[in-house]
């Protein structure tokens, strides 16, 4: 599966950005899509995830309520719309997937084979 994100850019505080991830090649041993961010001398962790079949959804803590992931009409773009946005939020993000998991939701970076480039997020104050 081959992964590219795009949509990052700079924002003001409480404003809204869409990322976008589009996949492509295996897409049917997709069973998970996540959005992961990494900021400056941190690590990199999890944002949101959605389930490639039936569209179930997970969220940060840190992001409920605020961001939304989704899969339009099954096809093969999840988009991470990004409201209400804080400087916190500044990081680049990445979108991964994998195939199948078992019991636990896979929501760190080392549950997922692929990952996409990533794409800066920047909000400012």
């Known amino acids: 599966v081959q992964l590219q994100a795009s949509g990052g850019g700079l924002v003001q505080a409480g404003g809204s950005l869409r990322l976008s991830c589009s996949a492509s090649?295996?897409?049917?041993?997709?069973?998970?899509l996540g959005w992961f961010r990494q900021a400056p001398g941190k690590e990199r962790e999890f944002v949101a995830l959605?389930?490639?079949?039936?569209?179930?959804?997970y969220y940060a803590d840190s992001v409920l309520g605020r961001f939304t992931i989704s899969r339009p009409y099954a096809k093969d773009t999840v988009y991470l719309q990004m409201d209400s946005l804080e400087p916190e939020d500044t990081s680049v993000y990445y979108c991964?997937?994998?195939?199948?998991?078992?019991?636990?939701?896979?929501?760190?970076?080392?549950?997922?084979?692929?990952w996409g480039q990533g794409t800066q997020v920047t909000v400012s104050s």
């Open positions: 991964a997937a994998r195939g199948p998991y078992g019991l636990r939701l896979p929501t760190r970076p080392t549950d997922y084979e692929h």
């Open positions: 959605i389930k490639w079949r039936g569209g179930d959804t």
């Open positions: 090649g295996r897409t049917f041993s997709t069973y998970v």
